[in-house]
């Protein structure tokens, strides 16, 4: 049985969200409709200003909803075109830590796992840049080169995906690692051996804190390792 790592991709490996970053591309040819774009810029605005709490979940989902809206209109050679462009642009906009763990891991011969809520087709070219040998992403159903509307989220039960991964591949929890930075990766991180909550969002971090799972930021030039001690944390 194999040791194996599971990673977050967006936010996490990657410096931004690749889904949000496909959706911003076809919007900017547009894909989307004549108006997405600006619609688009006007919510990011919103969170880039911190006008609220929620700001970054409003734009998330009005980006979703803007994206699935205009889908049935998509053919699936632009949306590949796309797709290959932002790989191309964000594949090596990495976090160092992230990096750098997922390669040391590798080089301990440990099955790297990417489960991410992007879409499927850019997931994999950056998964394999990392040498990941399974990953997960957002599937939408096409057919006859048009994509029908329907999907599967590869983010969602994030933990139920992982453990049929975990017998699918007969992979040994002992000694396993994950790696996250927002709630829904909260599920996954308590299946493994050594959690990490990475630059975590809000709900993440308080729910960290109650577990007591190391917390690693990194800014600029800069990682910050956070660990439990007599019921705090301090700078390991």
């Known amino acids: 049985m194999k040791k194996f790592a599971a990673f977050d991709i967006d936010g996490t490996l ?10 911003d591309k076809l919007a900017k040819q547009g894909l989307l409709g004549e108006k ?3 619609q688009l810029h006007d919510a990011r605005m919103v969170w880039k200003r911190r006008e609220h709490r929620e700001a970054f979940h409003a734009y998330e989902k009005e980006l979703i909803t803007v994206y699935e809206h205009a889908l049935p209109n998509i053919g699936e050679e632009q949306f590949m075109y796309c797709v290959r462009a932002v790989a191309d642009e964000y594949k090596t906009q990495v976090y160092t830590f992230t990096r750098d763990l997922a390669k040391k891991l590798k080089q301990q011969n440990y099955t790297l796992i ?3 809520g992007s879409h499927r087709e850019i997931v994999e070219p950056v998964a394999r840049q990392y040498g990941f040998d399974i990953f997960l992403g957002t599937e939408y159903e096409r057919r006859n080169g048009r994509f029908t509307g329907k999907v599967k989220i590869g983010s969602k039960d994030k933990h139920i995906k992982l453990k049929q991964l975990i017998n699918t591949h007969n992979l040994d929890t002992k000694g396993s690692y ?6 829904s990766d909260a599920s996954m991180l308590e299946l493994v051996d050594n959690p990490i909550a990475f630059n975590p969002d809000r709900e993440l971090f308080a729910i960290a804190q109650d577990h007591g799972w190391p917390i690693v930021i990194e800014r600029k030039n800069m990682v910050y390792r956070l660990e439990r001690e007599d019921g705090r944390y301090v700078l390991a």
């Open 14 to 23: 990657i410096r931004w969200q690749l889904y949000h970053a496909v959706v």
């Open 36 to 38: 997405a774009h600006q």
């Open 114 to 116: 990417a489960i991410s």
């Open 178 to 183: 994950g790696v996250g930075d927002s709630k």
